[in-house]
């Protein structure tokens, strides 16, 4: 099939895209690399009226330090993170992470700013966003503002993002060398994670985010809890569903998608990540 008709705007500068944004409301998408919105948009699940493409936009696919974080572009490539040396020495959960989404082409197009605004719980980055503890920087008519990663996902492809605003960054901790892990589960390498775990060890703000394990990207809160008590890494993991409310489907049923959280957290514990 294909999208519904619509008026297309490729804007130069983030204020031109709020511009837009504030002048179109809810007929208005935003697009980036389109490997969300397109596919929907050809099953007329989505037709927006207006499609601002933010791909003329300069300095949002910048990665560089700035202090103790690194700040990312909203328009890095899931590639520019993976080669990235500056990730791969000072994030490298993040960087392992964008190097097992989706297949070439979709790492070569789709964007980190894209893949944390669409808020699809199904998506590998976000939960290595929800580990390493991460803000999101988004932009609009009142200027600049940072959200948690916590307060960020509000429902199932819902966001803390107002109409008028868009991802600008992506702001995460240097954590260096200390130990993480990323492990999912899938049938086939370039099919969406039936459930994925997200492992950052201290220094820094260490976490534990959860793929697929209900309507948002979820922090397995009972596990950090108990990894922080001292607790041994199999009492850590079998604390991994704790809290969390999993769909069953074609894919695996919800107690599946449970047991497959406690193992893979317990492999993303002992360093080993999904290559």
Same mark, same amino acid.
């Given at each position: 099939?294909? +999208? ?6 490729? +804007?130069?500068?983030?204020? &031109?895209?709020? =511009? ?19 596919? @929907? ?17 300069? &300095?949002?696919?910048? @990665?560089? $330090? ?7 572009? #909203?328009?890095?490539?899931?590639? &520019? ?30 964007? *980190?700013?894209?893949?944390? #605004? ?8 976000? %939960? ?7 803000? @999101?920087?988004?932009?609009? +008519? ?9 307060? *960020? ?23 260096? &060398?200390? +130990?993480?892990?990323?492990?999912? *589960? ?7 994670? @039936?459930?994925? $775990? ?30 922080? =008590?001292?607790? =041994? ?11 969390? =409310? ?21 492999? %993303? ?7």
């Amino acid at each position: 099939m294909t +999208p519904a008709p619509f008026t297309y705007y490729r +804007p130069t500068s983030v204020a &031109d895209a709020i =511009s837009l944004l504030t002048e179109h409301g809810d007929e208005a998408k935003l697009i980036a690399g389109g490997h969300s919105l397109l596919p @929907i948009m050809k099953l007329r699940f989505a037709a927006p009226e207006v499609l601002i493409d933010l791909g003329g936009i300069d &300095d949002l696919d910048h @990665i560089r $330090v700035e202090g103790d974080e690194i700040a990312i572009g #909203a328009l890095a490539r899931h590639v &520019d993170l993976e080669l990235s040396d500056l990730l791969r020495a000072e994030a490298p959960l993040l960087a392992h992470t964008a190097g097992v989404v989706g297949d070439c082409q979709i790492r070569h197009r789709g964007t *980190f700013g894209g893949s944390v #605004a669409h808020g699809d719980p199904s998506a590998d980055l976000p %939960a290595s966003l929800m580990a390493l503890r991460g803000t @999101i920087v988004v932009e609009g +008519p009142g200027g600049r503002r940072s959200i948690a990663v916590d307060d *960020f996902y509000t429902g199932f492809l819902e966001t803390a993002l107002e109409p008028d605003e868009l991802v600008v960054e992506l702001r995460v901790p240097r954590v260096g &060398d200390a +130990p993480w892990g990323y492990q999912k *589960f899938r049938r086939r390498g370039i099919d969406w994670a @039936i459930v994925g $775990v997200a492992y950052q060890s201290e220094p820094g703000a260490g976490g534990i985010g959860l793929v697929n394990m209900g309507p948002t990207t979820l922090r397995a809160s009972a596990s950090e809890a108990a990894l922080r =008590s001292g607790a =041994s890494h199999d009492e850590v993991a079998a604390l991994a569903a704790e809290g969390t =409310s999993p769909v069953g489907d074609g894919a695996g049923s919800s107690e599946y998608r449970r047991h497959l959280a406690r193992v893979l957290l317990s492999r %993303a514990l002992a360093g080993r990540s999904t290559t």
